[in-house]
């Protein structure tokens, strides 16, 4: 696959051993929702690396020194619906004080278009970093709306998480938006006939809710 200077493909031994489990078919939903919140947390660490920050003063029990903290309000996290809802706690782990909007979207089943059908975006979206969460990048079509949306709205900082994604997937988000940040664990072989990722993981949706 073609190398994208924005496109972060993690090779982390952690990450490979949850992933694994999380391909398994027999692993159950609470473990498949927790693997992913795990998997998530591993990536935020990487993916928030340049957030904005400011220099505070401590006190320590000895003495006065100047320490970097995370700027209050300067992240929003956009999780996808459903699926999406899945990395927020992965996220709120490490940035607990993280704002989240929800963007809704479904695919169209015979032209594998992306439809909207909701979205709720934190006040002052357009000054914070959005990063928009979706545990599959399959065709890239949803992540490309959602970019849109955002961009719509004023955004000038995004980036995507994702933890399975196609080579087809990352070429289509990664060649539209080059500003865009694009961070995933694993990029799997390709796209079959109905656009589902191989060798993927099922519906990501259907396995964190257990709706099927």
């Known amino acids: 696959m073609k190398q994208y200077p924005n496109v972060t493909i993690f090779d982390h031994p952690l990450i ?23 998997i998530t947390t591993l990536m935020t660490y990487e993916a928030f690396k340049d957030v904005p920050t400011r220099t505070v003063e401590v006190e320590t029990p ?14 929003a996290i956009i999780p996808v619906l459903r699926a999406g809802l899945g990395m927020v706690n992965g996220v709120h782990t490490l940035f607990p004080t993280a704002k989240v909007g929800h963007i809704g979207m479904y695919r169209d089943e015979e032209t594998l ?41 004023g955004c000038k900082h995004i980036k995507l998480m994702s933890i399975i994604a196609a080579p087809e ?22 796209l079959n006939e109905h656009g589902y990722i191989l060798p993927g993981l099922g519906d990501a949706g259907d396995r964190l809710f257990g709706t099927k």
Request: charged share 35%; aromatic share 4%; hydrophobic share 35%.
């Open 169 to 190: 997937g990352i070429k289509t988000v990664a060649e539209t938006y080059p500003d865009v940040k694009i961070y995933v664990s694993t990029c799997d072989r390709c």
């Open 16 to 38: 490979k051993h949850k992933v694994a489990i999380l391909r398994d078919k027999n692993t159950k939903t609470k473990e498949f929702r927790e693997l992913v919140e795990e």
């Open 62 to 75: 000895l003495e006065t020194t100047e320490q970097t903290m995370v700027c209050e309000n300067s992240v």
């Open 113 to 153: 278009e992306p439809k909207e059908y909701y979205c709720k975006l934190p006040e002052g979206i357009e000054s914070r970093v959005a990063v928009i969460l979706d545990p599959m990048l399959a065709t890239g079509g949803s992540a490309v709306a959602a970019i849109d949306m955002l961009k719509k709205k």
